[in-house]
C-alpha cells in the first residue's frame, strides 16, 4: 500500500511506540530503493505532542483501534480506521471523515498467546486493496506531491 501511495506522488510517516519500529521497519524495506526516501519510520521516535503536529499535517491517515486513531479523528483528518478484536461499537473514530473497516463481528477477547505473537490475524486479513479503495474516497488529487512523479 505504501508503495502504490509514494508512486502517486504522496510521502508516507509511520507512527507507533517503540514496539512498532520493527513492523514499520519491515513496511521500509518492502519498499523499492528509490521509494523510501519518501517513507518515514518514526516509530518510537517522536513524542505525543510532535506525532499530533505531524498527524495534523497529513494528507490522510489509516491507523488501528488506537490513541493516535483517535487523535486523527479529534483533528478531523481523512481516517480510514482498522479494527481487528476491539470493536468500533465501544471506541469508534468520532470524526465525520472516518471510515472503519473491520472483517469480523462482536467483540473478541484477545488471548495472552495472541498477544505474544503480534497483531490479531483479523487486523493481518485485512488487504491493502481494500484499505486503498476507501482511502481513495480522501484523496483528492491535487498534483504530485514528490517531482516528478507525475510524468
Not at 69 to 88: D, E, K, T
Not at 104 to 129: F, M, N, W
Amino acid at each position: 500500500m505504501a508503495q502504490s501511495l509514494i508512486e502517486r506522488g504522496y510521502q508516507i510517516a509511520l507512527f507507533g511506540s517503540a514496539n512498532d519500529r520493527s513492523a514499520c521497519d519491515d513496511i521500509l524495506q518492502g519498499l523499492t530503493e528509490d521509494a523510501r526516501q519518501y517513507c518515514a519510520n518514526l516509530a518510537g521516535s517522536t513524542s505525543l505532542e510532535q506525532a499530533v503536529v505531524l498527524i495534523a499535517a497529513c494528507h490522510a491517515v489509516v491507523s488501528n483501534d488506537s490513541g493516535l486513531m483517535h487523535v486523527a479523528a479529534a483533528l478531523h483528518r481523512p481516517l480510514v480506521a482498522l479494527y481487528g478484536p476491539s470493536s468500533p461499537d465501544f471506541t469508534p473514530p468520532l470524526s465525520h471523515q472516518a471510515e472503519v473497516i473491520r472483517l469480523i463481528t462482536g467483540y473478541h477477547r484477545v488471548r495472552k498467546g495472541d498477544a505474544e505473537q503480534g497483531y490479531h490475524q483479523s487486523l493481518i486479513d485485512i488487504q491493502p486493496e481494500r484499505v486503498l479503495s476507501v482511502l481513495d474516497k480522501y484523496l483528492i488529487s491535487e498534483g504530485s506531491l514528490i517531482p516528478g512523479a507525475d510524468a
